[in-house]
Structure formats: structure tokens, C-alpha cells
T-cell receptor, first 112, second 114 residues
């Protein structure tokens, strides 16, 4: 059973702070890692993907991957109230169905 | 516009009345899948399809059927809905070629079974 674990939160940060979201996964064969943002009642939308160890930056978002520790994280710099949402970590293996396994999500609240 | 569409967006029905939720994508994606999302349980995969006429069970397939007669369409069928199938359902699609491709999600269908 492939598992993806996330702290459900809520994680509450003040506006302008750095929000740090974490995800661990059980399948060592995992190759692709995704962070989706989901507003309440809406569909998930992809914000970051990462495939290699290290950091990947895109605007205010940085994804960090450590395959040895089976750990992936998302940092949001200069957090804004509009970043308040649930963040889903998704992990996909190189073989099998290619369908990713999702974590349960972490709720982020950015307060003014 | 590249998109995944689902219909209906909202549905209230009664126990035992067969229903179908349609899903269509216009991106020529091989992979399509259905998820249900429940509070505290996250996104759980119901069924997926790797191509036309190829479908397989996900994590929670009981009570559901799917078909993939055409590449663009992947309907979800509830033959005899029950209240525990009340949920938010998402259809998603992605390219086949490698594991790096993102999934594109439809807008969701909120189903209530009374």
C-alpha cells in the first residue's frame, strides 16, 4: 500500500510569513512529486512539480525533495490571505498505473 | 480551451436510483481517473483507465462502474446509489507517456444520496 502522509493542520501563519508544508511518502520507487492547491469546494490545481532531489523555485513557491528521507515540502514565501487553502501532496511511481497517490492535505490559513 | 468537463455539477438523488456522471476531456489524454473526496479522508481513487477499453480498480471501487469506449469520455456509473456514496467527485486526466505529467481535474460533481 503506497502511502502519502501530511499533517492535516490547520497551519496558521501571519500575512507575509513563510508557510512550510510537509509530506512524507512510503514508496521508494516514487519518481514524480506534485503539490496541488485546493480552495474549498473547488477542484485541485497544480502549483508545483518536482522530480529531482533539491529545491525548485517558482515565484513565491519552493518545492524541496529529499528522496533518501522520502520527504517533500512546499515553502510559500510572503504568504497572502489568498494562499489560504488546502494543499495536497501527490506522489507518482515510475511504473504501474501512473496514477498518483494523494495525501489528505494540509489546511493553510493566512491571517492578516 | 483545454479542459475536463463533468456533468452534472450537483445532483440530489434517492437510494437505489441508477445515475451516471459524465466526464469528458479535449486534450487527447490517455489516462483518466475518478476520485471521491470526503472530509478528513482526502482524495481517494475509485477507478482509472489507461486507454480505450482499459480500466482498473482504484482504492475504493465498490458500488461504482466505469467504461471507456472513447478516448475523451470516462463516465462514472452508480447502479444502486446508497447514502455512503454522498461525496464530492472529481474526474481527472493526464498524458500517458511518462510519470511526470500532471493531472488535470474537472470542476467536480457534488452528489447527495438520500
Amino acid at each position: 500500500q503506497k502511502e502519502v502522509e501530511q499533517n492535516s493542520g490547520p497551519l496558521s501563519v501571519p500575512e507575509g510569513a513563510i508557510a512550510s508544508l510537509n509530506c512524507t511518502y512510503s514508496d521508494r520507487g516514487s519518481q514524480s512529486f506534485f503539490w496541488y492547491r485546493q480552495y474549498s469546494g473547488k477542484s485541485p490545481e497544480l502549483i508545483m512539480s518536482i522530480y529531482s532531489n533539491g529545491d525548485k523555485e517558482d515565484g513565491r513557491f519552493t518545492a524541496q525533495l529529499n528522496k533518501a528521507s522520502q520527504y517533500v515540502s512546499l515553502l510559500i514565501r510572503d504568504s497572502q490571505p489568498s494562499d489560504s487553502a488546502t494543499y495536497l501532496c501527490a506522489v507518482r511511481s515510475s511504473g504501474g498505473s501512473y496514477i498518483p497517490t494523494f495525501g489528505r492535505g494540509t489546511s493553510l490559513i493566512v491571517h492578516p | 480551451e483545454a479542459q475536463v468537463t463533468q456533468n452534472p455539477r450537483y445532483l440530489i438523488t434517492v437510494t437505489g436510483k441508477k445515475l451516471t456522471v459524465t466526464c469528458s476531456q479535449n486534450m487527447n489524454h490517455e489516462y483518466m481517473s475518478w476520485y471521491r473526496q470526503d472530509p478528513g479522508l482526502g482524495l481517494r481513487q475509485i477507478y482509472y483507465s489507461m486507454n480505450v477499453e482499459v480500466t482498473d480498480k482504484g482504492d475504493v471501487p465498490e458500488g461504482y462502474k466505469v467504461s471507456r469506449k472513447e478516448k475523451r469520455n470516462f463516465p462514472l456509473i452508480l447502479e444502486s446509489p446508497s447514502p455512503n456514496q454522498t461525496s464530492l467527485y472529481f474526474c481527472a486526466s493526464s498524458l500517458y507517456r511518462d510519470s511526470h505529467n500532471e493531472q488535470f481535474f474537472g470542476p467536480g460533481t457534488r452528489l447527495t444520496v438520500l
